[in-house]
């Protein structure tokens, strides 16, 4: 199958992906692009938190690279602002890598559709607005800073409803209908007498039998312990934050986190050049400028449920509309491609004589590109030195592999 001739459908990811083998591998590369991206959004995601209100800055970001940040997430210790950041820093370096390492062109509206869930489409966005890599880059950045604060907002609702960041707002319902989901959130609702703020909903379902549940952790412990929900396999998922709640989120949140990452965003305003399926609408999103587009993303992340289904149907509709070519389907940062090939597979099949095929997303690197590490690293030189009076002395001890420690005075 030929790549440059092909109808490309670009699937960027979700929060439930596992990505830290994935990042630490794009971490070790060694190409120009990915460490230019690294750099600009350690610098962004590390200034920014010092520009906010003393009580509203996030405590675990005091860290010293994109790397150091991975470290926290795999220790459990990173908050789920930061959490929301990785995740994106994720998929746009594994985008990056795409088009360099995989010598991937750069879509094009021609050969192009792109379709973002849930932080996916703020990727999807910084896309849409770019022509190469080299633009792509400063747009990718902002995509960063806004994400950062999206999840700053969504993590400042969470505290205000249940003060632990530890515990899940998502429960994944398997094997049920939306339609039955809904009666039975109906029934625990009214039979709990919740306030607004605190209502279950869901945030997402699919044809296959899946439901995604949005609400505190205490009342989503509540409504997964329900005689009627016991039929059913349940699993939590590592979401710490809301999102998807138009009952918790307004025009006014998105325009705030809009202002506070506007030092961010590139100079050219541009027309989005790429069209880009929203998963909150299922439908286009055709916007005069790149901000706008952002705005849209934002809308998709915070406020509306995510209407996978639909979003497919559409993209298939306007793969029909091309003249017929094999479609590659390029997943970034989720899971779901599989879904969505089944889907276009269905959908495509039964007018167009095409082949669908899925890219591979695993990242691989060389061992040879692997970042060397010194044997030894000094993290301080004082002028004072345990068993050593100078710098000279202390080599030595170490040469020998004498280890010494002693307490200082204050």
Not at 139 to 166: D, F, K, P, W
Not at 276 to 291: E, L, R, Y
Request: charged share 15%; glycine share 4%; aromatic share 8%.
């Amino acid at each position: 199958m030929s790549l440059s001739k092909s109808n490309r459908v670009y699937v960027f990811g979700d929060r439930t992906f596992n990505y830290e083998h994935s990042l630490a591998q794009l971490l070790c590369c060694h190409n120009t692009f990915l460490t230019l991206f690294f750099r600009k959004c350690y610098s962004a995601i590390r200034t920014e938190p010092g520009r906010l209100p003393l009580h509203t800055r996030d405590t675990t970001a005091k860290f010293s690279s994109v790397a150091d940040l991975l470290m926290r997430k795999r220790d459990g210790c990173l908050s789920p602002a930061l959490e929301q950041v990785l995740c994106l820093v994720h998929t746009l370096a594994a985008f990056i890598w795409q088009h360099s390492e995989r010598k991937l062109s750069f879509p094009t509206p021609q050969d192009s559709v792109l379709l973002g869930f849930c932080t996916g489409s703020l990727a999807a966005a910084a896309v849409s607005s770019s022509q190469d890599l080299v633009s792509f880059i400063p747009a990718a950045v902002h995509a960063v800073v806004v994400a950062l604060y999206t999840g700053l907002r969504a993590a400042q609702e969470a505290q205000s409803i249940h003060g632990n960041a530890s515990s899940p707002w998502s429960l994944l319902v398997l094997g049920i209908s939306g339609d039955q989901m809904t009666t039975i959130l109906e029934g625990f609702n009214s039979r709990n007498v919740l306030i607004r703020t605190i209502l279950p909903c869901i945030h997402q379902r699919l044809w296959n039998g899946w439901c995604d549940i949005s609400g505190p952790p205490e009342v989503l412990t509540r409504l997964s312990q329900q005689d009627c929900l016991q039929e059913y396999d349940k699993s939590f998922l590592p979401i710490r934050s809301p999102y998807h709640a138009s009952h918790l989120f307004s025009q006014w949140d998105i325009d705030a986190i809009l202002q506070a990452a506007h030092s961010w965003a590139p100079t050219d305003n541009v027309m989005p050049f790429i069209p880009v399926m929203p998963c909150g609408t299922g439908h286009f999103a055709w916007m005069d400028n790149s901000q706008a587009l952002l705005e849209s993303s934002i809308h998709d992340v915070l406020i509306l449920p995510i209407f996978m289904e639909k979003a497919i149907d559409h993209v298939s509709l306007a793969l029909e509309a091309r003249p017929p070519a094999d479609v590659l389907v390029v997943v970034t940062g989720t899971d779901c491609g599989e879904t969505v090939y089944r889907r276009l597979k269905t959908a495509l099949g039964r007018s167009m004589p095409i082949a669908i095929n899925v890219a591979a997303q695993s990242v691989s690197v060389p061992e040879s590109s692997a970042i060397e590490r010194p044997n030894i690293a000094v993290i301080g030189m004082s002028g004072r030195f345990p068993g050593a009076s100078n710098p000279e002395d202390l080599w030595s001890l170490l040469q020998n592999k004498i280890d010494m420690c002693a307490k200082c005075r204050r």
